[in-house]
């Protein structure tokens, strides 16, 4: 039984370039989370996909942006990259958007220069 | 913002001994959960404690809940070298988990 996958592993993008990172959720699971996680620090929360659709956000600018496909894979895009965004990717999911446990992917470690 | 803030912030501690970490939080929760990450990698869900329980075991982990001082704390019995990793506490709703910085533990041979 396949975990939660995500790629790229590592990333390494310039100061106003785009990303975009996937992830493949863990088998039956339908309801995908994106979080943010900077060095020394827990995750921040960034949304929150069910149903092909954004059902929460936490407080992060326009820039991140994602989506989800029938599949249950998601996207995690970030436009006009900047610095302070160098951080791991984690992508979370769970059966259902009621159900408490989360199974983490390994990340996406993404580094702008 | 964090809701949930971990105790102490590094411990070392030799093999075969109990490490004991604790978590403060801020605002009413209907359950706490406690995570490992290994050298800044996926998560790992240990335990969940509901708001209405105290006291939960899994086999080397006890994690106790305190929902009138807003703090819970995570035991590990016996540690082991393979515990060697970082340990978050995490709460909130159905569609955001709020953590802490994390407690960084090392097992020491």
């Known amino acids: 039984d396949a975990g939660v996958t995500q790629s790229p592993t590592h990333l390494i993008k310039t100061r106003g370039q785009q990303v975009t990172l996937r992830c493949s959720p863990k088998?039956?699971?339908?309801?995908v989370s994106w979080y943010q996680q900077a060095l020394g620090q827990g995750p921040q929360f960034i949304f929150q996909?069910?149903?092909?659709?954004?059902?929460q956000r936490g407080n992060f600018p326009d820039r991140f942006s994602g989506h989800q496909f029938p599949n249950y894979s998601s996207e995690l895009n970030v436009n006009a990259l900047l610095l302070g965004d160098s951080a791991l990717y984690l992508c979370?999911?769970?059966?259902?958007?009621?159900?408490?446990?989360?199974?983490f992917g390994p990340g996406t470690r993404l580094t702008v220069t | 913002s964090q809701q949930g803030e971990e105790d102490p912030q590094a411990l070392s501690i030799q093999e075969g001994e109990n490490a004991t970490m604790n978590c403060s939080y801020k605002?009413?929760?209907?359950?706490l959960q406690w995570y490992r990450q290994n050298s800044g990698r996926g998560l790992v869900h240990l335990i969940l404690?509901?708001?209405n329980e105290r006291e939960k075991h899994s086999g080397r982990l006890r994690v106790t809940l305190d929902t009138s001082k807003k703090s819970s704390s995570l035991l590990i019995t016996a540690s082991r070298a393979a515990d060697t990793a970082s340990y978050f506490c995490?709460?909130?709703?159905?569609?955001?988990?709020?953590w802490g910085a994390g407690t960084k533990l090392i097992i020491k041979p």
């Open positions: 979370a999911s769970r059966s259902g958007p009621y159900s408490y446990e989360q199974y």
């Open positions: 088998s039956g699971h339908d309801t």
């Open positions: 996909y069910y149903e092909e659709e954004e059902r």
């Open positions: 605002t009413s929760i209907n359950n």
């Open positions: 404690i509901r708001s």
């Open positions: 995490a709460t909130g709703s159905n569609y955001q988990l709020i």
